[in-house]
T-cell receptor
Framework: NAGVTQTPKFQVLKTGQSMTLQCAQD?????MYWYRQDPGMGLRLIYY???????DKGEVPNGYNVSRLNKREFSLRLESAAPSQTSVYFC????????????FGSGTRLTVV | AQSVTQLDSHVSVSEGTPVLLRCNYS??????LFWYVQHPNKGLQLLLK??????LVKGINGFEAEFKKSETSFHLTKPSAHMSDAAEYFC????????????FGTGTRLKVLA
């Protein structure tokens, strides 16, 4: 099915471990985004990639890195996981057109113990 | 800078009664506004969007929202709530700096009572 695919769906990490969250879209969108969702805070932007070859920090980038591997794939890396990074992570894709709207993945639920 | 405020963190309604979820926005430009719904342990689904065309926007599942520039509001309504409407709802404004990043409200959790 067309859309945004995130892997894994669930992950438990120990403090200090590293991992990469994968995101791929097959809609040929230029822009991709990583958000984290925490209770009572809505979704907050971690990093985004307006187009292939570019990445920029969002509202809460500390502790994360990203790679826009190609037009389809945008990965999020936690180099040294901390309990404060326990969250649900959503990837999205879109076009740089006013009002275009995002397509979201189904999310990755990450717990850091 | 753009921002969005959802005025109620929780709303409870009885099945069959109207739903009103309130959202105010702040934007220096003509904004694009969205409502998304998230059912428990699910991703986000677009309900409707406003992009400077008709001010009354109709969405899926009987929801609609009215853009009121004078009040800087974009409230979500539905005439008759259904049990399946129980979910969290997010009001979103799109940044107009050229990257069209989404700015989310903190969400309103809708509870529907039998």
């Amino acid at each position: 099915n067309a859309g945004v695919t995130q892997t894994p769906k669930f992950q438990v990490l120990k403090t200090g471990q590293s991992m990469t969250l994968q995101c791929a879209q097959d809609m040929n969108h230029n822009s991709m985004y990583w958000y984290r969702q925490d209770p009572g805070m809505g979704l907050r932007l971690i990093y985004y990639s307006a187009s292939e070859g570019t990445t920029d920090k969002g509202e809460v980038p500390n502790g994360y890195n990203v790679s826009r591997l190609n037009k389809r794939e945008f990965s999020l890396r936690l180099e040294s996981a901390a309990p404060s990074q326990t969250s649900v992570y959503f990837c999205a894709s879109s076009e740089l057109v006013q009002g275009y709207g995002y397509t979201f993945g189904s999310g990755t639920r990450l717990t850091v113990v | 800078a753009q921002s969005v405020t959802q005025l109620d963190s929780h709303v409870s309604v009885s099945e069959g009664t109207p739903v009103l979820l309130r959202c105010n926005y702040s934007s220096s430009y003509s904004p694009s506004l969205f409502w998304y719904v998230q059912h428990p342990n699910k991703g986000l689904q677009l309900l409707l969007k406003y992009t400077s065309a008709a001010t009354l926007v109709k969405g899926i599942n009987g929801f609609e929202a009215e853009f009121k520039k004078s009040e800087t509001s974009f409230h979500l309504t539905k005439p008759s709530a259904h049990m399946s409407d129980a979910a969290e709802y997010f009001c979103v404004v799109s940044d107009v700096s050229g990257t069209y990043k989404y700015i989310f409200g903190t969400g309103t959790r809708l509870k529907v009572l039998a």
